[in-house]
């Protein structure tokens, strides 16, 4: 398994784990931190369903590699990692799920570290994501580091009987190196 220890001057990003169960549970029962989720209008997930993906996630890096992110003085504030590995692709994904904490870039900079880990330790060339064409912060966010829209999917979900959007955006390692400076 690799290794998994980011950090920032605020954020620690690690490997999760099945203790971080209840917080994911907690995040993912908040209508506002879901809202633009797959999990949008959905009913809750399970504890148990959370536990059992961790419990598999804690010990092997495919088909998920999934982290758990940490502000220093705050403990365990979001949740994300890599998956749909292909060749040297695979998604990201990222979810701050204290909204309490939103709008102080930490989106921004948990993002980063994942990657730069994702370029440099995974050996991939490419990052991409799905995103709802709705969700203005994170649109923001990702053309900001250098993603760009790939595909346009109409209509893709459907979310309290409306119909949205998605849109997949691709950020290549050598788009990546450029910004990066």
Known sequence: M?????RSSRLRIRRADSGDASASFRWFADASVTRYLPLAGKSVLPLESIESFLAQAASSDRPELAVTIELNSHGPIGCGGFRNFDDHAAEVSLVIGEPALWGRG???EALHLLLRFGFADLGLTAIWLIVRSDNEPALKLFRAL????VEHRRGAVTVDGIPRDKYKMLLSKNDYEELAG
């Not at 690799?2 to 980011?6: F, N, V």
């Open 2 to 6: 690799i290794p998994i220890e980011l």
């Open 146 to 149: 250098g993603f760009e829209v």
């Open 106 to 108: 930490l989106g921004r």
